[in-house]
């Protein structure tokens, strides 16, 4: 017999294949249940309601995302490299986060990371402009929208699906990384 502890967890990693392939509205509670061979009555037991069930697993690939990269002042670009390979080793979780930007579901910070993590990556950006590792002009908010614009790229692509390894990935990731670098330099 499963504990607590184990049950939630099957929920949440059913909830997730179920959200990340139809959405909040399109996701089906009984589903959800019936993959991780639980009741409706303890799934809602633990969750509250669908909704609420979204927002953690929402919340919880925030999270991951935010955990995996973390800004070097001095290696900016491979910054984006490092957020390129998380889409492409995790794309569930960028259509987990997709979803709640479509479903209206705002966040007061990244869902899931500690509400620090973009004070110290605009602090990060702060510090690589100060020390001439990042054109100073930019605004770090708008810099690090758009580095994550470039990282996410291949993994939006609405064209032919790309690998998610091979030698077109690890071009892509360059080209990701050449992108930023350039983007970053200081203007001479």
Same mark, same amino acid.
């Given at each position: 017999?499963? &504990?607590?502890?184990? *049950? ?6 059913? $909830? ?20 991780? %061979? $639980?009741? %409706? ?8 309601? %669908? ?19 973390? *800004? &070097?002042? !001095? ?7 490092? *957020? ?28 899931? #990371? ?8 605009? #602090? ?17 908010? !708008?810099?690090?929208?758009? *580095? ?30 050449? $992108?930023? $670098?350039?983007?970053? #330099?200081?203007?001479?």
């Amino acid at each position: 017999m499963r &504990n607590s502890v184990e *049950l939630r967890r099957q929920i949440l990693r059913a $909830a997730r294949a179920e959200f990340a392939a139809h959405g909040l509205a399109g996701a089906r509670v009984d589903r959800i249940a019936r993959a991780a %061979k $639980a009741s %409706k009555e303890r799934l809602y037991a633990h969750f509250g309601d %669908k909704e609420a069930l979204f927002r953690e697993v929402a919340a919880a690939d925030g999270a991951e995302l935010f955990r995996a990269v973390i *800004l &070097n002042p !001095e290696a900016v670009p491979e910054f984006v490299g490092d *957020l390129h390979d998380v889409a492409h080793r995790h794309p569930e979780h960028l259509r987990m986060l997709t979803w709640a930007r479509l479903e209206g579901i705002g966040f007061d910070h990244p869902p899931g #990371a500690d509400a620090t993590v973009p004070d110290q990556t605009f #602090a990060a950006i702060r510090t690589a402009q100060d020390s001439g590792h990042v054109d100073p002009t930019w605004d770090p908010e !708008e810099l690090l929208v758009l *580095l994550f614009g470039i990282a996410m790229a291949w993994t939006h692509w609405p064209g032919p699906r790309p690998a998610l390894t091979g030698p077109a990935t690890a071009h892509h990731r360059h080209s990701a990384v050449e $992108a930023a $670098a350039r983007i970053i #330099a200081s203007p001479r």
